[in-house]
C-alpha cells in the first residue's frame, strides 16, 4: 500500500493540464480547458478540465476523476501502474513502498520485453545473415537499424526463457507475455529466426513485437499475441515518435505496414504511424482524433490496401477528419517506392495525393464497366450511397465535389447521379448486427437528445439490467450527469464500455427504427416459447386456439425481419 500522503505529494507536483495535454489537445476556455472526450464518441466538446480544482469531467459520458484516473483510463492500466508510472514523472521514488514480489504487472510487463529487446539487438550485431538482409536488402544504414531498434531471434533461441528465469517469472506469466508457445518439446519463442521489431506503446514502452522471416516464407510476419498490454486493434506502430509530429504539422499519415512507416520516417516524414495489419478501428480513429483531424492514407496500392483505405474513409468520416488518399502509382508500397526513388519519389507522391472523394470515384470506377448499362447502373449506386453516407458528416460542398468528379469520370450527368444520391437507400447498408440491442438504445440516448422521449417509452421486459437501471435513474431525475453519478458500479463499467466501443451510426433515425424492430421481434420471440411451453400440456380445444396464435405471431415476426 502507498500511503495517502504519497499519493498527494506526487499529485501537486503534477499539473493535470500538463499531463492530459500530451494525450490530447486542450483549449482554453475561460478558467477551464476543453477537449473532444477520449472516452466517447462526439462532434463539440464536452470534455472539461479544471486546472483550480485538478480534475476532469466529461458532460456528455460522464467520466470523471483526477490525474490518475485519467492516466488509468487511457491507459488501459490499473490504479498502481497509472500511479508508478506519474510518480516517476513527479520525481518520487516509490521502491520503498513496494516490495519487488508486489511490482506491478505492467512494470514486470515492459521489463521483460525491454530485456528482451535488447537481447535480440545483441543478437542482430552476431549474425551475419540477418544483418545483409536489413542492410542489403532493405537498405538500412547502421543508424537506422539502431534508431528502430531492429533485432533478431536466433535459430532455437531461449531467450525468452532465460528472461523469464532472471525476473523470476513463472511459467503462467511468461505464457502471458505472447511471445512463446508450447511445443512437445517446451517452450519455444514464436519469433525463432526472424529479424524483430520492438512495438511501443504510447510511453515509448515495448509492448510486442513483430517478427519477419528473412527473405521469403510464410507467413512473413507474426505478432506477439494480443495481451493484456497490447492490442492489435488499438496500438499504432511508431506514435510514440510521431506523436509530437502529429500534433505540431497538425497531420498523421497512416500506413499499412512496419516497413512503409519506417521508410516514412527515413524520408523525413516522421508523422507516419502504422496499423498492424488491418484496416483503421474506431479506436485507432478516436485516439488520433484527439492529434489531429487532418489524415493521410498511404496504404499499399494492391487491391486488399485499396479496400482496407475504404473501410478506413467510413470510420475517420463519422469522427470528422479530413482525408487524402496517396497514390503509388506503380509502385506497391510506401517502401518500396523509397527504396527505388528515396525521399524525392516520396515527397512527390504526397504531394498528388487525392481527395478522399476522387479515390472512392476512382475506386468504383475500376470495379465498374462503364461501357454498359449495368456497370453504369452500379456505379452511380454506389457513388450514391457514398454521397449519403457522407452527408451527415462533411458540407454539401463535398457531395457536390463528389458528384462533379463522378460526373466527369462516367460521363452521366451530375443531375443523374445527384437522384442516386437523394434516393432511399438500397444497397449498403451499415452492418450492425453485432451490436447489441441494449448497446444501441445506451449509445443513442447519451449520444442524441431526441430520441430520449422515445426510448423512455421503450417496453421494459426485454431490456438488460443496466439500460433499464439507466432509463429508470434518468426518469426520476432528468437529467444524465445525476444518472451517471447514481449508477450501480457495474453498470457504470457497462455504459462506459458502450460508449467508448460503439461505433458511431451514420444515420441515428435509422438505427432507432431498426432497435424497435429488434425488440419487438425478441418480445414476440419470447411470447412464442410461452406458448410452444403451454402447448405441451393443452387440451385440444386449447390447442386450436394457440396454435392460431403462435401463427399470428410467426407472421408478424417474418414481415419484421423483411424489414
Ligand atoms: P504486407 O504483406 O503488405 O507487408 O502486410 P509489407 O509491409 O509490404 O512487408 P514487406 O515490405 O515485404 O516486409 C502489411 C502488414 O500486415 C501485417 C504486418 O503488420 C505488415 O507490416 N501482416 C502481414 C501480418 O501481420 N502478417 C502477415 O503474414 C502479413
Ligand atoms: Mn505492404
Known sequence: MIPKDVIEEIKSRLDIVDVISEYINLERVGQYYRALCPFHTETRPSFYVSPK????????CGANGDVIKFVQEMENISFYEALEKLAKRAGV????????????????????YKKLKDLYKKELLKNKKALAYLKDKR??????????????????????????????????????????????????????DRIVIPIKNESGDTIAFGGRVLDEGEPKYINSKDTKYFSKSRTLFLLDIAKNYIRRLDMVIVTEGYFDAIALHRAGFENTVAVLGTALTQQHAMRLSNLSKNIVLAFDSDEAGKKAAIRSISVLLS??????????????????????????????????????EEFIVNYYKERYDLSTPSGVESFASA???????????????????LVKYASEVSGLSQKDLERFVR?????????????GADEEIAYLFFNYEDTREEILNFPRDVLGNCIKEILDLYKNTNNLNQTMENLSKECSDWIFNVLKDTPPPSDYQRILRDVKRRLELKKLTKRLKEIDMHLNSATDEERHVLLKARMDIVRKMKSLQRG
Open 53 to 60: 480544482l485538478q480534475r476532469y469531467k466529461c458532460f456528455g
Open 93 to 112: 521514488d516509490l521502491s520503498k513502498y513496494s516490495k519487488t514480489s508486489s511490482k506491478s504487472g505492467y512494470s514486470i510487463y515492459t521489463t521483460f
Open 139 to 192: 537498405r538500412l544504414s547502421e543508424e537506422e537499424i539502431s534508431h528502430f531498434e531492429f533485432g533478431y531471434s536466433p535459430l532455437g533461441s531461449k531467450l525468452p526463457i532465460i528472461i523469464a528465469k532472471e525476473l523470476n517469472l513463472s511459467l503462467e506469466m511468461l505464457m502471458k507475455t505472447g511471445v512463446v508457445f508450447r511445443t512437445t518439446k517446451g517452450i519455444k519463442d514464436i519469433f525463432e
Open 319 to 356: 469522427r470528422g477528419f479530413n482525408i487524402l488518399v496517396v497514390d503509388y502509382r506503380d509502385y506497391k508500397d510506401a517502401d518500396s517506392l523509397y527504396t527505388k526513388e528515396g525521399k524525392d519519389g516520396i515527397e512527390k507522391v504526397f504531394e498528388k495525393a487525392m481527395s478522399f
Open 383 to 401: 457513388i450514391g450511397e457514398w454521397g449519403k453516407r457522407i452527408a451527415p458528416y462533411t458540407s454539401s460542398v463535398r457531395v457536390e465535389a
Open 423 to 435: 434516393s432511399p437507400t438500397v444497397a449498403v447498408q451499415e452492418d450492425r448486427k453485432r451490436v
